[in-house]
């Protein structure tokens, strides 16, 4: 069962009025979603998702609910199609459960099934073609920087080894090729593959760079007191969201020593909150042990 991660505290940092207008750029089933609709019965919800069949499950959720929303089968990197300035804006950046949990989708490797991650079955660049036809630097490079895997060189050779025999089809065949490449210790602190599969989910969907951009397009569609909740699920993700909080919330370098600061220059944002799970969401929710909760506001 699917439960979102940090649901509370993001509803409660977004501020929600009865009209306010929403964002929730990772619909996903409609967890956040539907308890952003309970409160806004006479604003509206917009939801960006790319995935065709979870879009289906979270409209039947919604629909429930109120009929006051619209559901944008895009990736949010395309956020501005939106034309009006928005109360809040939700980002969940976590993998839906249904695409881990779900064999042929190719993200888990807890299960047998074809390497494909793509949260968009329309494009083309899929899991497999990363396997089977990134060069060793290349594979080295994703493995180090999304993956932050020690043993990244180690796991490209034994890649581009095995696939000069025969073509990686599978997640399991992956895992293995992983598994037999690690240390005995380094296999029994957690699951070799974590971080490999992540750093190719990553590369697949260009995760880091859409966020990147996406957030930046989200902060100009802010109304004053506007608000931005972004869910992170590692660190990669984090520095991302740290580091655009602070370039829009901080003075810059040469005016803080300044005796009065002239109010055209003054940050247009400022960070409220910072929150992690709490102890007894982590034990009911284990998905949300590495999650984190940045929230920025427009002020002026």
Same mark, same amino acid.
């Given at each position: 069962?699917?439960?979102?991660? +940090? ?36 604003? %509206? ?28 089968? !895009? ?14 804006? +939700?980002?969940? &950046? ?44 290349? +594979? ?12 990244? @060189? @180690? ?34 602190? @957690? ?5 490999? %599969? ?14 990147? !951009?996406? &957030? ?5 569609? &802010? ?21 655009? %909080?602070?370039?829009? @919330? ?15 220059? &003054? ?34």
């Amino acid at each position: 069962m699917h439960i979102s991660v +940090l649901l509370n505290e993001s509803i409660y940092y977004l501020n929600l009025k009865e009209d306010s207008v929403i964002v929730d750029c990772t619909l996903g089933l409609g967890g956040h979603s539907s308890e952003i609709l309970k409160r806004i019965k006479k604003g %509206f919800l917009y939801a960006f998702d790319q995935d065709e069949e979870i879009i289906k499950k979270a409209d039947e959720r919604l629909k429930i609910i109120g009929n006051n929303y619209k559901i944008i089968n !895009k990736n949010f990197v395309n956020i501005d199609v939106i034309d009006e300035k928005v109360d809040g804006i +939700l980002f969940d &950046l976590g993998v839906s459960s249904p695409q881990l949990d779900e064999d042929y989708r190719g993200f888990s490797f807890h299960k047998d099934a074809v390497l494909d991650m793509r949260m968009d079955k329309r494009q083309e660049l899929d899991a497999r073609k990363v396997v089977n036809e990134y060069s060793y630097e290349k +594979l080295l490079k994703i493995f180090k920087e999304y993956g932050e895997e020690k043993y990244a @060189s @180690s796991i490209a050779k034994a890649i581009v080894r095995e696939r000069d025999n025969r073509e990686i089809n599978t997640t399991l065949e992956l895992s293995e090729i992983i598994k037999n490449n690690v240390p005995e210790s380094y296999r029994r602190k @957690s699951h070799p593959s974590r971080k490999v %599969f992540q750093a190719i989910r990553i590369e697949v969907n260009d995760e880091l760079n859409v966020f990147e !951009k996406a &957030l930046n397009k989200a902060l100009n569609m &802010l109304k004053l007191n506007g608000r931005i909740c972004v869910i992170t699920f590692h660190s990669l993700e984090d520095k991302i969201c740290k580091k655009v %909080f602070n370039e829009v @919330s901080k003075l810059p370098k040469e005016l803080k020593s300044l005796p009065v600061i002239p109010k055209d220059y &003054l940050p247009k944002y400022k960070v409220i909150a910072n929150v992690v799970p709490s102890d007894e969401e982590i034990k009911n929710n284990r998905r949300s042990r590495s999650s984190r909760l940045r929230v920025i506001e427009r002020v002026r």
